[in-house]
């Protein structure tokens, strides 16, 4: 009887392994064509100046938003497709390597007699203390859904320091790297719509002989990206996930980087 049991329970796991990798077969990464935008939409940082030093807690960010209402919803197909924030369009702002945090911000510049509504200034405040050293911020506008405009003009970065001067950021930011976007827990998530996948790429093409991004989701790889534009991701079940951006090089390895392998968490409702 003894034996009997034992045979059945080597009989079910491999039965029961197999069930888990079909399960993670399911999900799925497939590509979508950029949303349209116009370009003449233009960003600019103003502070902190590139390069400043001695900046003190809490410090103060002010850009300049040519063209694109903060704050407005997206009307389009894509925007019933996906999740949607309650913010609406919003400014995606990387401090360092962290999360993005959305700004939709009142306007500093006054409605003017030209009718230029949307030609506006924004100045805010980092919401948590950064230590003293060297810092970097990232900044483009995105979609009510997430999506980042790529437009040559709509992404800025620059470099401070708080506390203290320095000779340089630990990043080379001419160098080749990517500023990873969406998914993100800004959004709320769920089963019933896919969820965006979308990310920046700096001083770089993606070629499928050249730069790629590697897509790892719960540790597995699912995808090399060979071109730049947003991606739907279908099968993620409720609870939590993680997914991992990568930039590779032509042989497939690593780029330096701080930026270029940044995994977040995502929860799934």
Known sequence: MMLLALSL?????????????????????LSVPRTPEASTVVLSISLPKVGEANLRNPVWVQCRLDGYPLGAGTQNQRADELPVSNLGQSLHVVVDNNPYFPIVSHA?????????????????????PLS??????????????????????????????????????DTDLMGPYITYNEPSNHMPLTEKKPVLL????????????????????????????????????????????????????????????????VERTIYIN
């Not at 003009?153 to 340089?168: D, L």
């Not at 050249?210 to 739907?232: A, H, M």
């Open 198 to 261: 979308d990310f920046y790429v700096s001083n770089c093409e993606l070629t499928p002989d050249g730069y790629k991004v590697r897509v790892i989701i719960d540790g597995s790889v699912k995808r090399t990206l060979t071109s730049w534009q947003p991606y739907y991701i279908y099968g993620l079940k409720s609870g939590e996930h993680t997914v991992q951006l990568q930039l590779i090089d032509e042989n497939s390895e690593p780029v330096p980087g701080t930026f270029n392998d």
């Open 108 to 128: 500093i510049d006054p409605f003017n007699e030209d009718g230029f509504y949307f030609d506006t200034s924004y100045k805010f405040q980092i919401p948590y």
């Open 9 to 29: 329970l080597s009989m079910a796991q491999p039965i029961q392994a197999q069930s888990n990798n079909n399960s993670v077969e399911k999900i799925r990464v």
């Open 132 to 169: 003293d050293g060297v810092h970097t911020i990232r900044m483009f506008p995105a979609r009510a859904y997430g999506e980042s405009l790529k437009h040559e003009n709509t992404f800025r970065e620059t470099y401070f320091y708080v506390g203290i001067s320095g000779n340089g950021p």
